[in-house]
């Protein structure tokens, strides 16, 4: 059967798959031609500019915020094996986009080349607004795969690190696809554990060997939960020993809906599994990438006792970013809302209400991903996720209040550009 799925290694950053072939990277420098990305919402505020290529968010116990960055590769120009000596331009969607994009290599018309290197970083950002880079040289790859999921618990930060090596058929770096342990008051930083291997060895899901890790929070049991999302699994790591295991295969669209692949060959399309968030019941909830999916396909799921998912929210797509509230609820961010001329519409987040209902709590956001929620009720969202311009773009927005329902009216777009920072 013919594949119908577009490359995995690094599906989530794609702006339109195979409909047009374009990288984020490419899409932000057209939007910065059109006037630049759209302002904060009303009653955000941007705690740090200047982030590069900002994912994940962690609240330490002090107030101190952490973010984790993808970074923007490196010196090391990468080939894939295969691209005739030429380097094919980043973050190929498709095999239809993959030829197109062969064909411009050969007329001298391709995009940057592919890099990596060790520009993945963790920048915290003091209660007083100081903010410093706590641990730095993590694997990046220059079209936004560096670290991702990040965790404080313990006293100490939990960073798992995506990595695109395998998938490409390079060597992969030193710390692409492990978990990190980062000591915050000395920027020590340790490998606890490596998931690659295993998705090498089993390819679980049976589909592309693809290891790209994601998402991340802490179970109720102490060990770390890990999306990957290349390799569309889950796996568990012991914070204390560092012994990995593996979790489950997050289905596809068919088998977590049932959709019959003969009638309709999308529902093959894999779940790629993003962001990672334990409720307040104690369960483990996935965020899905859910490319062009239904509206009725579920687009967050529940881990069930036996190891089936359960479908807990449906009508997001694009959802890069998952974290639970103290009442239930959880807020998840949508990386973009649509597409108008082969542009990604500004994305959004989103509060799943313990009835699986939502509601979009915040909008006109460019590019968001990591989510987080302070025990004050202001929320943390990461802006400008994947840009790969000459300056670094990513942004921290806080926005008060919205966790607790208070000024949800008025969160949308705002004309006013200024910063404000706490």
Do not use: K
């Amino acid at each position: 059967m013919a594949r119908t799925e577009p490359i995995a290694w690094q599906r989530w950053t794609l702006v339109a798959a195979a409909a047009t072939g374009l990288t984020i990277g490419g899409t932000t420098t057209a939007l910065a031609q059109e006037g630049g990305p759209p302002p904060i919402p009303v009653g955000c505020e941007v705690v740090a500019e200047g982030l590069v290529n900002p994912r994940g968010i962690a609240l330490g116990d002090d107030g101190t915020v952490y973010v984790s960055e993808a970074g923007i590769g490196g010196n090391e120009v990468v080939t894939p094996p295969g691209a005739s000596g030429a380097v094919l331009p980043a973050a190929t969607p498709d095999p239809v986009a993959a030829e197109a994009n062969q064909a411009e290599t050969e007329e001298g018309e391709s995009g940057p080349p592919l890099t990596r290197g060790g520009t993945g970083q963790v920048t915290a950002i003091a209660p007083d607004g100081t903010r410093s880079v706590l641990a730095s040289g993590l694997a990046s790859y220059s079209e936004g795969v560096g670290p991702q999921g990040i965790v404080f618990a313990g006293g100490r930060l939990w960073v798992a690190v995506g990595g695109a090596g395998v998938a490409l058929g390079v060597e992969p770096l030193e710390t692409e696809d492990t978990v990190v342990r980062i000591d915050p008051a000395t920027g020590e930083t340790t490998v606890v554990a490596e998931l690659a291997p295993f998705e090498v060895a089993n390819n679980p899901d049976g589909s592309d060997v693809n290891p790209n890790l994601s998402g991340m929070d802490v179970g109720a049991d102490g060990r770390l939960y890990i999306a990957d999302a290349g390799g569309n699994a889950l796996y568990a790591v012991d914070p204390a020993g560092g012994g990995a295991s593996f979790v489950a295969v997050v289905p596809t669209l068919s088998g977590l809906t049932g959709a019959t692949p003969e009638a309709d060959p999308l529902s093959e399309r894999q779940s790629v599994p993003t962001g990672v968030a334990v409720g307040t019941d104690g369960a483990v909830y996935i965020a899905l990438l859910s490319e062009l999916w239904p509206a009725d396909a579920p687009n967050v799921v529940r881990l069930a006792a036996d190891g089936s998912f359960e479908p807990v929210a449906t009508g997001l797509t694009a959802v890069v970013g998952l974290t639970a509230a103290p009442d239930g609820s959880f807020y998840a961010t949508r990386i973009w809302t649509g597409f108008e001329g082969g542009v990604p519409l500004p994305g959004s987040v989103e509060r799943i209400l313990p009835d699986g209902s939502t509601e979009t709590v915040l909008e006109g956001i460019f590019l968001p991903h990591g989510v987080a929620v302070a025990d004050d009720g202001a929320l943390y969202v990461t802006a400008n996720s994947v840009a790969f311009g000459p300056e670094a773009a990513g942004q921290l927005l806080r926005c008060p209040g919205l966790a607790t329902g208070e000024g949800m009216a008025d969160a949308s777009p705002s004309a006013a550009t200024g910063t404000a920072r706490t």
